[in-house]
């Protein structure tokens, strides 16, 4: 029998009652909100819509995403607007090493957008981030969620040079659907884009959202996938349809499936696995430093 793609159209699904968050309440969230828009920050938690912008924020933290707000890419599970980015802002760097300090972040998780329109694209800007961070908050750890660069080398050894604690970048989604969730993107030069970066030496991370048609035989692979090409941390997490113009959710998965995919993903190899309904990449990012499986655990 041939395996499902992901559905164009279908009916909005209600979500079930493991999808609830809270919203986004206190003076912590409301610290974080005044220092995002004094210092003109983004961040993927606003502009990827995630549900645990109240918990994050509330507890101080936020995933900083540099390179501006608009992608060069139009995935179609992606809430950040696709279209032509603005010029390069260089002081950018500064800013958000200056956020990081005020706001006491002992771990940090910084992203960007594609920009395919740069010849380095964008590898410049996240040196001299992680160079800035690194200079105004030495105790401050780093994970940096990165783009594939094309899987150009020289662009993703600039990313190696700085030598950030984590280094991810996300598959996404399982191979068959990869050309229907993300367009511009290439499945396999997302595994390269990981073994790369662990023969340069880096502690590597990426995740897949669930619920988009995958089988769980699909799931597996991927993860076996990542384990073969050198990846440490994997994060599995349920596909939330962000509008109505982005891909349906196909199934929301049970949270007793996502805990049976962790229990999986040890008996793989892998060195950490987060797997549950609401999680995202940047989700519980400060553990992802050391290893989760049980007979490594501290």
Known sequence: MEAPTVPEQQEQQKKPNWLRVRLPIGENYKQVRSLVDTYK???ICESGNCPNMGECWGAGTATFMILGNVCTRSCGFCAVATGRPEAVDWDEPQRVAEAI???????AVITSVDRDELADGGSVIWANTVRAVRA?????????????????????DRVIEVAPEVV??????VERLTRQVRIQAKYHRSLEVIRYLKAGGMRTKSGIMLGLGETREEVIRSMEDLRDNGCDVVTLGQYLQPTRKHLPVARFIHPDEFAEYREIGYAL??????????VRSSYHAEKHLFSGRPEKSR
């Open 168 to 173: 991810s970048h996300n598959l996404e989604t």
């Open 269 to 278: 190899g892998l060195d950490y696995v987060e797997s549950g309904p609401l």
């Open 41 to 43: 920050l983004h961040t």
């Open 136 to 156: 105004l908050n030495p105790e401050t750890t780093l994970e940096t969620l990165i783009p594939d660069f094309k899987g150009n080398h020289p662009n993703i």
């Open 101 to 107: 300090y005020l706001m006491k972040v002992k771990h």
